[in-house]
């Protein structure tokens, strides 16, 4: 499962710039159809409101997500 790295990578001390948010697309589907979100589960990164990558599916974000976030988090 990809929830419990997702919650420990939002603690860490090198990410205390990022702000990690959760939002289910099930109750919004607004958001969904506003960035193609077609995958479960989709990690976009935002950067001064623009949305700079993203990442779908489980075992690829368990691969890379920490990477993801690494790069743009300074």
Excluded at 37 to 62: M, R, S
């Amino acid at each position: 499962m990809i929830a419990p790295i997702y919650r420990e990578m939002s603690e860490l001390e090198e990410f205390n710039n990022v702000l990690f948010l959760k939002v289910n697309v099930s109750d919004h589907p607004d958001i969904a159809k506003r960035y193609d979100v077609d995958g479960w589960p989709t990690f976009l990164l935002f950067k001064n409101g623009e949305k700079v990558d993203g990442i779908v599916g489980g075992q690829a974000a368990k691969a890379g997500l920490y990477s993801l976030v690494a790069k743009y988090a300074l």
